[in-house]
Structures are given as structure tokens and as C-alpha cells.
């Protein structure tokens, strides 16, 4: 009997041996991808004072979505996360220097080269807009030489765009997209010729190719270009976004917009690219990838939680906010985060800057922004419920029923946290506030009952022109009579409604709802597959059954009815 446990027990542990053996070797390369560190010296060196008056005991937090103070803690934790973790390198998509001054390039620079001493793993990187601010291209590419340039078996060298690869199989193209003057974003046709060089003699030496690259190579949203202003490369720009799929490359990692998303083109000749965005690792969650690449390509998120608090000493952090970093950090930096973008967008909508924002040519609609940002600011900022006003009727539930419309009963404050809590929901990725949920409704009739209540005071004719230029945006032609009718203050607000509710809807629609693939773990083709591989995310919907189809199908009307019904109000 001994004899045969013994027999069985050997046979467990060989199996056990092969299995993780078998494990180990299911990907071919994996690579830990971190965004967007923005390492900040001055604010992670000194005492800074306050700046906010959100929270007290967050006061210290900067108008932004980032823990800044935070950097080198945060930075820290990743790289040791890294360095013990299964990958084989390590990627760095840009925006390694907070404000691009040379010493904190030095600093990054110094921290990278203590990883690559103790843990024995490459780092490869690339600039951001913000690494070469105040530093030239030619002297990112001296300081940052031993993680990538060194190893490089192509540059460019007009750009800080070069080519290593990586194991025996795959091959990193790491472009930069932020050179100045290069064209837009740095894309221009001769670094589209060299790279489509690149491509080809991947293909010529057997080489499986991605790439990285600071800003998005595609738009994640409807807009999305238009928000991210110069956030986005796009796929019209010198043909780079086709001769990168046609190059073979199937996924490129970029960073910049601070958000969780994957999305994917299809170039005219069947050659599909993922563009994989990962978020600033100084925002909450502290996100960063682990990227599989093998049969298929396995996408796992992953979130620093716990620091070293001793790197937040001597910062001019509350007592408190120290106490909650040691023992909740994924809560110490929720708050960090709302607190930052409450102070951005409480500060920045001010009548001041809105004018400044929307100032036109058109010198009409000028004057009438001139005697109306004011009051939309004081309408965004406003309660919701009429239990917090602070003036009698000033919350949007009192000006809904001046205005005849309705809002949903909630427990947010005004309109500025439902667009933080959306925003952020966008970043964190595989987000679902579908356009008929709460969220989506307090923004689109809020925005609508900001505008009624700013334009309460107009006149007939300056009416007729603000919504004559509204339509104008969105490219909608409306009979001239209609824009020459004024009516009522209820009947503006309708005729206002309808065209948030038209504009602001589809937009939202694919912001606060996460389209296949998923953002965040998902797993994806690899570059040998085919249609009929199976437990791979399909965006497509090739492999879905006929039944499959038909409740996709039958969800799509069930949500476009339910969305319509929301807001029929506007047409009783």
C-alpha cells in the first residue's frame, strides 16, 4: 500500500511539474504596461501648502485626477509589482516627466536603472508630450538611451521612434508621436514610409510586431478627438493608422487620455489593430496591464493597493489622509481623485472662463455668451434637490418645475459630481450607465435646464440665433419660422431640450457604455488567428449563434425603446 501511495504521490508531483511547467509556457512573451507616471519633483520633495478647499483633510490634492504628491510612492510600488511579477519587460507609453524638465527625466531615468540592477528585466520606453516640454528629443533619447535606444536594431532618427526585439518571436515598435513640428502628432509621410520599412522587414525576418505610442492611435468614442483635443492621431492622418495594420501590427498600447479602453480598426484589407489605452497610474485604482501575447492575447488590469507611506512624510498631508493611505490606499486614492477633478471643474466653470472658452467669430452670439455664462456656471454648480438650496428656488428640481420637465430623485450633489462620477467611470473602463439610467438623464436634463435658465432673459432675436448656431454644430437644418418663435419660458426650454437631448444622447451613449471588447481583462486574437478559435473575445460577432444574435438584437430595440420613453417628456 505504501508502494502505491508512493507511486501515485511521485505521479502527482511530475504531473504538478509538467503542469506548471505547461502554465509557464502558454505565452510566448509577457509584458507589464504602465502609463503616464508623471514623476513631479517638486510636489513629491516639499510642502506645498493647500490647494483645494473640497476636503480639509485632502486639501493638499492638486485641481486634477492625478496624486501628484503621491508619484514616487505610487512609482515605487509599481516597480517593485513589476519586478516580481511573470513578465519579461517592462513598457512605458510616455509621460515619465511630470512638467519635462531634465532633472526629472534624470530621476526617472535613475529609478529604471535600479530596476533593471535588481530585478534583471528590460524597460523600454517612449516620450509623452509632457517628457519633452522642456526637454529636446535629442537629449530624452541621451537620457533614456539603456531602455530601448541602446538596444534598438532601427531608429529614426528625425524622432525618438526606434525598433528592438524582444525574445526569439516579437518585435516592439516604440513611435513617437510628440516630436514638435513633425506634423500632427509628429505622424508625418516620411515617418509613415520608414515605419511601413519596419513592418515589411518584420514580415521578411518572421516577427510578430506591436507597438506603442503615446497618444491614442484611434478615437474610443464618438468625439473622442474632439474632447481630447490633440489626444488623438486618428485614422486619416498620412495613412498611418492602415499601414500600421497592414504592417502587421496588431496592437499598439498608448496612454494620454488617462482612461481603460480597447477598441480596434479594420483597414480595407481585412488587417484588424487594437489600440489598447492604459490609464495614469497615479489615479484611482493605480491601474496598469499584464499582457499575455501567445495563441491569443490575454489582457489582465491589475491596481497598486497598498504604499510606502514614508515617501508621503513632510508633504503637508492631513494626519488623517496618512492614516486611511496605510490602511485603505484603493480608498485613499478614490477620494484624491474626486477631490482633484471636484476642484478642476469647480474652478475652471467660472462665467470668466467659459466666455473665453466659447469665444467666436460670430460677434452676436459673443454678446449673448457674454450675458449668459454667468448664470449656466451658477446653474451647473447649483443643488439638485430643493432640500440643499441655499437660495429659494436655485436647485434644478425648482427650475425643472418652472420648466415643466423632470429629473430623476438623487442623491448627487449638483451636476458637476454626476459628470465626475461618469468620467471617472470612463477611466476606471467597462463602464454601463446606459443613456436611460439616472447618470445619463441628470446630464442631459440638466445641461438643458442650465441653458433654459441662462437664456430665460434674452431676447426673441438673440433666442433665434443661439439656437440657429446650436443646430449649426450638430449639422441639423430647422425651419427658419421655428427659430424665429420664441414662446413661453416653458416652450424655450422644449425647444432647448430637444436639441441636448438629440446632441448630448448619442454622444453619451458610447461614453458611459463600454462596447466589445472589454477594457479592462479580456482576451484577444492573437496573430495567427482564425474565426473558428474559441474563448476569444469576438467584436464582430463572427462566432455568435443565430440565438445569440437574435437576443442581441432584440437588446439593442428593447434599449433604444426604453431610451426613447426616458425622455418623451419634452414631447407632451
Known sequence: MKKFLSVVLAFCLVFGMFAITASATDGD?????????????????????????????FAH??????????????????LEAAG??????????????????????????????EFEAKYGKQIYVVPGNHDLMKTTVAEFREIYAEFGYN???????????????????????????????????????ELVSWLTQQCNQAKADGKKVFAMMHHNLLEHFILGSTIHSGGVVGTKVEGFADALAKGGVKYIFTGHTHDSDVTMYTADDGSVIYDVV???????????????????????????????????NNLGISENALKLAESNF?????????????AFFTNFLTGKNLKNLL?????????????????????????????????EGKSLESLAEKYDTEIPDTDYKNLIDVAIHLYVAHNLGD????????????????????????????????????????????????????????GSGIKRMEGIEIYITTVLVPFLGEFTVDNAPADNNVTLPGYNYTADDEDIADPKGENMTIWEKITAFFNKIFDSLKTLFTFLPWVD
Open 330 to 342: 484603493t480608498e485613499y486614492s478614490r477620494i484624491c481623485t474626486f477631490v482633484g477633478l471636484e
Open 84 to 113: 516580481t511579477n511573470e513578465s519579461d519587460y517592462v513598457i512605458f507609453p510616455g509621460d515619465l516627466a511630470d512638467r519635462g524638465i531634465k532633472e526629472e527625466a534624470y530621476k526617472v531615468a535613475s529609478m529604471f536603472r
Open 278 to 312: 492604459t490609464p495614469t497610474l497615479l489615479t484611482y485604482t493605480c491601474p496598469y496591464r499584464v499582457v499575455e501575447f501567445g495563441k491569443n492575447v490575454k489582457i489582465e488590469t491589475r491596481h497598486i493597493d497598498k504604499i510606502d507611506t514614508s515617501y508621503l
Open 29 to 57: 512573451l509577457i509584458v507589464t504596461v504602465a502609463n503616464d507616471i508623471h514623476y513631479n519633483s517638486h510636489y513629491t520633495s516639499k510642502n506645498t501648502g493647500k490647494h483645494n478647499s473640497v476636503n480639509a483633510d
Open 151 to 189: 538596444e534598438a536594431i532601427a531608429s529614426h532618427s528625425k524622432t525618438a521612434s526606434y525598433v528592438v526585439d524582444l525574445k526569439d518571436n516579437y518585435r516592439l515598435i516604440a513611435i513617437d508621436s510628440c516630436t514638435p513640428g513633425a506634423g500632427k502628432h509628429g505622424i508625418n509621410a
Open 61 to 78: 490634492v492638486l485641481s486634477d485626477d492625478k496624486m501628484t504628491h503621491e508619484g514616487l510612492a505610487v512609482i515605487s510600488a509599481f
Open 359 to 391: 469665444k467666436l467669430e460670430d460677434e452676436k452670439m459673443n454678446a449673448i455668451i457674454e450675458k449668459a455664462a454667468d448664470k449656466v456656471c451658477e446653474a451647473l454648480k447649483m443643488p439638485i434637490e430643493k432640500a440643499d438650496e441655499i437660495e
Open 431 to 486: 463602464e454601463n450607465y446606459p443613456t436611460y439610467s439616472d447618470e445619463v438623464v441628470l446630464i442631459v436634463r440638466g445641461v438643458a435646464i442650465a441653458l433654459g435658465y441662462a437664456l430665460a432673459d434674452v431676447t426673441a432675436e438673440e433666442y433665434a440665433t443661439v439656437m440657429s448656431f446650436l443646430f449649426s454644430l450638430a449639422d441639423i437644418k430647422v425651419p427658419v419660422d421655428f427659430l424665429k418663435y420664441a
